[in-house]
């Protein structure tokens, strides 16, 4: 059973307008929340996380949102950019070490 | 500023061949990673290690053995390859849980094909 789930294959927004990448888990022993950029041929390339006991990250145009009732988080991209066209993973962290990612979501933004 | 090294980046086995991959990192780190990736599928763990002498299961790890002799090494072994087997694997690798912000860093990727 996936632990980590993206429902959203892929994604396209028009560039300067915001991206939302959607996360949702079914452990709620995770700690800690991560997203992931990859770019193809290359390794995943961290972003950006939130600790379980916030609700909200920011770092400049990246935003993350935890809504652990929900058991869901979401990455904002505001304003979106054409560099920003790759696959994102959304990745949860345990308490034992384990890293769980999800399926990805492959996003492409337009000129 | 070597990181994770992943030897090979590519390889084309037989069915029935065994290998092993080597990944490799340089930053001390006490957490390392196996995943595969395959198309739809995203990042699964295969196995994981929380220390030098330490395994543990991640989510598919049938078909596949680990060891970490070394601290700054993670083997992944296949003893029979399968054309299931073909992926591209990704080592990572991340300090432990007590440090905050703890993000796991990513080799280049190995892309093998079962044939």
């Known amino acids: 059973d996936q632990q980590v789930k993206q429902n959203s294959p892929s994604l396209s927004v028009q560039e300067g307008r915001i991206s939302i990448l959607n996360c949702d888990y079914t452990n709620s022993m995770f700690d800690y929340f991560l997203w992931y950029k990859k770019y193809p041929a290359e390794g995943p390339t961290f972003l950006i996380s939130?600790?379980?006991?916030?609700d909200k990250n920011e770092d400049g145009r990246f935003t993350v949102f935890l809504n652990k009732s929900a058991k869901h988080l979401s990455l904002h991209i505001v304003p979106s950019q054409p560099g920003d066209s790759a696959v994102y993973f959304c990745a949860a962290r345990g308490y034992t070490g384990k890293l769980i990612f999800g399926q990805g979501t492959t996003l492409q933004v337009k000129p | 500023n070597a990181g994770v090294t992943q030897t090979p980046k590519f390889r084309v086995l037989k069915t029935g061949q065994s290998m092993t991959l080597l990944c490799a990192q340089d930053m001390n780190h006490e957490y390392m990673y196996w995943y595969r990736q395959d198309p739809g599928m995203g990042l699964r763990l295969i196995h994981y290690?929380?220390?030098?002498?330490?395994?543990a299961k991640g989510e598919v790890p049938d078909g596949y053995n680990v060891s970490r002799l070394k601290k700054q090494n993670f083997l992944l072994g296949l003893e029979s390859a399968a054309p299931s087997q073909t992926s591209v694997y990704f080592c990572a690798s991340r300090r432990i849980n007590r440090v905050e912000n703890t993000e796991a860093f990513f080799g280049q990727g190995t892309r093998l094909t079962v044939v």
């Open positions: 290690s929380v220390g030098e002498g330490t395994t």
């Open positions: 939130i600790s379980s006991i916030k």
